[in-house]
Structures are given as C-alpha cells and as structure tokens.
Nanobody
Framework: QVQLVESGGGLVQAGGSLRLSCLAS????????MAWFRQAPGKEREFVAR?????????YYADSVKGRFTVSSDNANDTVYLQMNSVKPEDTAVYYC???????????????????WGQGTQVTVSS
C-alpha cells in the first residue's frame, strides 16, 4: 500500500509561480508512475502531468499546461514535484497526486487507472 501527501498549495497572483510536492510512503517500489490531476469546483477531475519512476518511458503533460508546468521526481526521497510557472486564473483547483502501478499506453489521463490518491492541495490564482 502506498500513501501520498501533497503540500505547497496556496494563493498566487496570475503570472506567478508555485511548486507543489507529493511525498510517497509505504510500498513505493510497486509504483510505476506518478501523476498530478486537478479538479475545479463543478468540474471533473482533469489530468495535468505524469512521470515514470524508471527510465525508458516519457513524461506527459496536458496541452493546457504544456510549456508552463514541469513535473519532476526525486526517487531517493520518494517525492514528486509540480513546478507551476506563468499561472493563470483557470489553473485554480484542488491539485491531487496519484500513483499508478502499471505502464499505460495512451491515453494516460484516466483517473480510474490510478490506484492511490493524496488528499489534495488547494491552488488559487488571483487575477
């Protein structure tokens, strides 16, 4: 079993930056990839980015964040990061970290494919 805890959310002005962290614990060796999703009020949970724990696979981004957000990982410390730059008001949401035990061919953005979720961290972007 893997447990995930997100941190780093908060209030930021449009155009600013924020870095989210996701600390994993438990049987992290069983995780193939980690991902970030987000959910705004009244909307469905939306894929943001995915990063494999091992080399040989790629990192993937939603088109809406490509070029602005960067996902990275520190496997030695079981932590995944989401660097958010040039944020926009439409980036306002609760951001969730998720773990997937398996390799996925496209698409890789389906929430039900992910086994474990964190509790989420609120990001609010003011205009």
């Amino acid at each position: 079993q893997v447990q995930l805890v997100e941190s780093g959310g908060g209030l930021v002005q449009a155009g600013g930056s924020l870095r989210l962290s996701c600390l994993a614990s438990g049987r992290t060796s069983s995780t193939y990839a980690m991902a970030w999703f987000r959910q705004a009020p009244g909307k469905e949970r939306e894929f943001v980015a995915r990063i494999p724990r091992r080399s040989g696979d790629n990192t993937y981004y939603a088109d809406s964040v490509k070029g602005r957000f960067t996902v990275s990982s520190d496997n030695a410390n079981d932590t995944v990061y989401l660097q958010m730059n040039s944020v926009k008001p439409e980036d306002t949401a609760v951001y969730y970290c998720a773990a997937d035990r398996f390799y996925r061919p496209a698409p890789r953005n389906i929430p039900s494919d992910y086994d474990t979720w964190g509790q989420g961290t609120q990001v609010t972007v003011s205009s």
